[in-house]
């Protein structure tokens, strides 16, 4: 199980700018008959136990006074641009309560349907479950090697998925399908630009076309 080391924190609002600009990440910690916690982190360890436990997979963080706290990763906020992490919420977990959570699907492999001209459409991207803490899986992997034919599919049926994990969606709930490529409707090309040069003869030629004819004055004696 990962652990991070956390430190307590006083620094709240717009003040923990000061806190990013340091390389920490403001956090929030809290639980069922918890009281709410403000901490900070590290930014390159939370980055590293991130990538290896994702979110939603138990880790323990560790504080000053060397307590030690079963959590998962609840909620992660991350700069638009930098991708840096912004903030993180922590929930504290108990090894013996069931918790919902939402866990991401792992594309694996390819799949050889695609070599035909048709397109892959990955219906799902995570699967929400319920189930003890250290029942949770860090992902659930969905092997493409198996499409390889229009119309085939993978549903949460077709999932290896453990006993302990009860799947809160139907299991006849499609995650991947293979589906023809529809063709782009072509737009009319658009009207020529329109100059000075042009709308003037344009207006002279529509002149010229609803021009009135002209009666013969009569000849003076």
């Known amino acids: 199980m990962a652990e991070l080391q956390v430190k ?3 620094i709240l609002g717009k003040k923990v700018k000061s806190l990013r600009a340091k390389d920490l990440v403001p956090a ?10 403000h901490l900070s982190v590290l930014l390159k360890d939370f980055t590293k136990v991130y990538k290896e436990a994702g979110e939603h997979t138990v ?3 560790i504080t000053e006074k060397g307590e030690k706290l079963r959590v998962i990763i609840s909620e992660v906020a991350k700069h638009p641009i930098t991708q840096k992490f912004l903030s993180i919420d922590f929930r504290q977990v108990r090894k013996d ?5 939402k866990v991401p699907i792992e594309f694996t492999s390819a799949a050889p349907a695609i070599k035909r001209g048709v397109i892959l459409v990955k219906v799902l991207n995570e699967i929400e479950i319920e189930a003890l803490p250290d029942k949770i899986p860090h992902s659930f992997e969905v092997n493409l090697s198996k499409l390889d034919d229009l119309g085939q599919s993978i549903s949460i049926y077709d999932l290896k998925i453990s006993s302990d994990i009860k799947v809160l969606i139907p299991p006849e709930t499609i995650a991947v399908t293979v589906s023809e490529q529809t063709k782009e409707e072509v737009a009319p090309p658009p009207p020529p630009p329109t100059t000075p040069e042009t709308a003037e003869t344009a207006k002279t030629e529509t002149e010229g076309t609803n021009k009135p004819e002209e009666t013969q004055k009569p000849l003076r004696p």
């Open 28 to 37: 929030e910690l809290f639980g069922h008959n918890v009281k709410n916690k």
């Open 97 to 101: 309560e069931k918790i919902h959570a």
């Open 59 to 61: 880790l323990t963080l």
């Open 8 to 10: 307590d924190r006083e």
